[in-house]
Each structure stands twice: as C-alpha cells, then as structure tokens.
C-alpha cells in the first residue's frame, strides 16, 4: 500500500507532533512522581517532627494528584494532638477535612510549599490560665523556609478566656503572616503574627452600636533566657510581648488603635489606646445605655456640648485623643467605669475653649 505525497506531507509532522506530546507526557509523569514522593517525605519529615516534640498525628488516608498540571499529596481527615505534660503543661488539637500539600506547577515554582485546608478546620489550646479555640473555612497557607508563615481564608472565628477576659470575635477575609522561630537569640523574636481582616464581628460590638472593618494587627513575643527549658507555648520562654498595632475602623472616618509592651511572664507593662475622629463614635456611644452611665455627669456635658455646637469642618478636621491604660499581672488595676470618670475633663474643656 503506497501513500499519496499530500498523505506523507501532512503524515510527518502529525507523527513529530505526536512524539513531541508523548516526550512530554512521559517528562511530566516523571516530575510528577519524583514531586509527590518529595511532599510525602516532606510530610513524613514533619510528622516525626512532631511526635518528638509530644504531638500525636493521624490521617485517614493518603493519595497523590494533580497530574498533569501540577502535583499534591492529600490527607484526608487529618487529626493533630497534645496531651498535657509535665515539661508541657497545655493541652492542644487540631482537626481539619482535607489537608492538601503541593498545587499546580505553576504555585510549586515558587520557594515555598502551598498547602490547602479545605473545609472546616478547628484548633484549641488549654492551659492552666487560658483557653483558646480557632475555627477557619478554606485556608490557605505557605511554608517558607525562612521560618515565616503566611496564610488567608475567607472567615474565621477566634475565642479567648482568661482569669479576667472572655471575648469572642468572627473575621471576614483574613490574611497575614506567622513567625517563628523557637531557638531565637535573647531579645529577638521568637514568634510573630500580622493579621489583617475585612471586618470584625464581636458580642461586644452590637450593644455599643458599633462595627469595624479594616482590622490589623502585629505583634511579637521576644525570647526569653529560660527559652531552653521553657515550652514553645509557655510564656515562660518569652521576654516581652510588643504590641506595634491592633487597630479597626467603625463609622466613616474613625479608627481605634492599641500599641504597647508587656513584660512576660509577669504581664506588667502599658496600653496605649488612639481614638482618631473620634465624635461620631463619641456620639454612638453617648445613646448607648452601659456607657452613659460610666460617663461622669461633667464629662457628658462637655461631650455632648463639642459634638452639637460645632461645626461639621471642626470636627473633621479634630486631632485624635489618646489614653495611657497601666495593666499589672495581666489585669487593669481599674474597671472601665472608673477609668472613664478619672478621665482629665480639664484638658478636654480648655481644647474645646481654644477652638
């Protein structure tokens, strides 16, 4: 059988095609598999890891994907757990749906290892002060080797309770960065979190007829000398907790930021709280029962007198007010109620009188 000339001319470069899809087919397979087996070691690595530092680990099952645009392992119903010790006095867990390290080719070609955590994930801590609980949806996360951290989800629910604090909040649209660094120089950071968020959703916030957006926050807790015999999640290996910023937006203009320092383990040190634009959060929470009656009667006045007889260009254009709050052994020496009423109402009249 003889094949025409048009046949053979349009015969070749079918075949040079053909073979140039089959070499990279067979190049793909190869770095796909060489790729899977190196997460799974990564991940073996991390597990080992982790039992000897006390965590117990377990997945239901294993298995490899993404072929051929990309390459991940993934861990179905992965459990994370710590039983509380004598060296390690906490008790913590982590559970999550589906666990997936690696991604498409084109996430891999970056340094760091992209992981998904699809679905609901929930993580604790229990301690002898402390009790914290973290639920996220859909996160995502990066694991550098620089020792930083950086993830996103689209929610998240976070819940504290302390010896004096029971605050819960929910975040929309979070993402940040996550340091650590566990055998940190004295006085470095050993672990760090910058956090930024959409909005805030707080128990607290609806009945002062509030709501925040544009949430930040940063933080770092430097090493202490008792690092070494101190657990990771112990304040005792800390030095100093540094507050640079954990600020929010409610209203149009107004945003309420801290920043401070604390001294560790004792958790002595200083707040510092920044109002900016602060008259139409005063006059919110001037309706707002709780607060009104924390006010003194002569600070109310001067309150209600600046936000009624000025014009509307004054009070955009007003300086932001500041406040010095002292805590000791982790507490405010003083309920809000009376550091509102020893607020210096003096300062406050002769900066209205001098508008």
Same mark, same amino acid.
């Given at each position: 059988m003889k094949l025409s000339l048009n046949t053979a001319r349009y015969l070749k470069p079918g075949l040079v095609i053909a073979c140039l899809v089959t070499v990279l087919l067979c190049a793909d397979t190869l770095l796909w598999w060489? =790729?899977? *087996?190196?997460?799974?070691?990564?991940? !073996? #690595?991390?597990?080992?890891?982790?039992?000897?530092?006390?965590?117990? #680990?377990?997945?239901?099952?294993?298995?490899?994907?993404?072929? +051929?645009?990309? !390459?991940?392992?993934?861990?179905?119903s992965p459990r994370l757990r710590h039983e509380q010790t004598v060296a390690a006095p906490f008790d913590a867990g982590w559970s999550g749906t589906t666990l997936r390290a690696g991604g498409s080719w084109l996430d891999l070609m970056r340094t760091d290892l992209p992981?998904?955590?699809?679905? *609901?994930?929930? !993580?604790? @801590?229990?301690?002898?002060? %402390?009790?914290?609980?973290? &639920?996220?949806?859909?996160?995502? &996360? *990066?694991?550098?080797?620089?020792?930083?951290?950086?993830?996103?989800? +689209?929610?998240?629910?976070? %819940?504290?309770? =302390?010896?004096?604090? /029971?605050?819960? %909040?929910?975040?929309?649209?979070?993402?940040g960065r996550l340091l650590a660094v566990p055998h940190a120089a004295y006085g470095t950071t050993r672990l760090g979190l910058e956090l930024s968020a959409r909005s805030l959703?707080?128990?607290?916030? +609806?009945?002062?007829q509030l709501s925040a957006r544009g949430v930040r926050f940063i933080a770092a807790l430097t090493s202490s000398t008792r690092k070494d015999t101190a657990s990771? @999640?112990?304040?005792?290996g800390y030095d100093r907790l540094l507050l640079q910023t954990? =600020? @929010?937006?409610?209203?149009? /203009?107004?945003?309420?930021? @801290?920043?401070?320092?604390?001294?560790?383990?004792?958790?002595?040190?200083?707040?510092?709280? =920044?109002?900016?634009?602060?008259h139409e959060a005063a006059e919110q929470l001037l309706n707002t029962v709780p607060v009104r009656?924390? &006010?003194?009667? /002569?600070?109310?006045?001067?309150?209600?007198?600046?936000?009624?007889?000025?014009?509307?260009?004054?009070?955009?254009?007003?300086?932001?007010?500041?406040?010095?709050? +002292?805590v000791v052994n982790g507490h405010f020496p003083m309920p809000l109620e009376t550091l509102l009423k020893n607020i210096s109402t003096q300062k406050i009249d002769v900066s209205h009188s001098r508008e």
């Open positions: 060489r =790729t899977t *087996r190196m997460i799974e070691r990564e991940i !073996a #690595t991390c597990r080992m890891a982790l039992q000897t530092a006390g965590w117990t #680990t377990t997945v239901e099952r294993t298995s490899s994907g993404g072929w +051929p645009f990309g !390459a991940w392992v993934t861990l179905s992981v998904f955590l699809s679905g *609901r994930n929930a !993580a604790r @801590f229990l301690s002898l002060t %402390a009790q914290a609980t973290v &639920l996220s949806q859909d996160l995502h &996360l *990066r694991f550098s080797k620089d020792q930083n951290t950086t993830f996103k989800a +689209p929610s998240a629910e976070l %819940a504290l309770t =302390t010896e004096g604090l /029971d605050q819960s %909040a929910s975040l929309t649209e979070v993402s959703h707080s128990p607290a916030l +609806p009945s002062l990771f @999640f112990s304040l005792e954990a =600020t @929010f937006s409610f209203g149009d /203009d107004n945003r309420l930021s @801290f920043s401070g320092a604390l001294d560790l383990p004792a958790a002595t040190g200083h707040l510092t709280l =920044t109002l900016l634009n602060w009656t924390a &006010l003194a009667p /002569d600070l109310q006045i001067i309150l209600e007198r600046t936000l009624h007889n000025q014009s509307p260009d004054i009070l955009r254009n007003n300086q932001s007010v500041s406040l010095d709050i +002292p």
